[in-house]
């Protein structure tokens, strides 16, 4: 299901397949946690500007969140973390995330 996100990710950002699946699970880390849920995450994103419908979220015509919008979303803890985990800069991991974020849930979405 996430192959071709993990794809996208490691391409876009020049990131080996095990970071591009971190950037994977910090995502689903906030869809399981403060979002509760692929429900909650849709209506967060939708909140924070994302227009249309989920499954328009990921494939061709894929949107991305911007970076200033994911602290209130995903707290800045997360971008932090994966800063960490990635070894790189804060505003790299939140151009990841804001990046990945709309792909996943869109995909989660559609199941």
């Keep these: 299901m996430f192959a071709t996100v993990l794809a996208e990710i490691a391409q876009k950002f020049g990131l080996a397949p095990q970071q591009a699946e971190a950037v994977v699970r910090a995502v689903l880390a906030f869809v399981a946690g403060p979002a509760h849920g692929v429900a909650g995450a849709v209506a967060a994103l939708k909140g924070a500007g994302l227009a249309g419908e989920p499954s328009g979220w990921s494939g061709d015509h894929a949107v991305s969140l911007d970076a200033a919008k994911l602290a209130?979303?995903?707290?800045?803890?997360?971008?932090?973390?994966?800063?960490?985990?990635?070894?790189?800069?804060?505003?790299?991991?939140?151009?990841?995330?804001?990046?990945?974020?709309?792909?996943?849930?869109?995909?989660?979405?559609?199941?």
């Design 72 to 111: 209130p979303l995903l707290g800045a803890g997360a971008v932090n973390a994966l800063a960490a985990d990635l070894h790189a800069s804060e505003a790299q991991a939140a151009g990841m995330l804001g990046f990945a974020l709309p792909r996943v849930v869109g995909l989660l979405a559609a199941e």
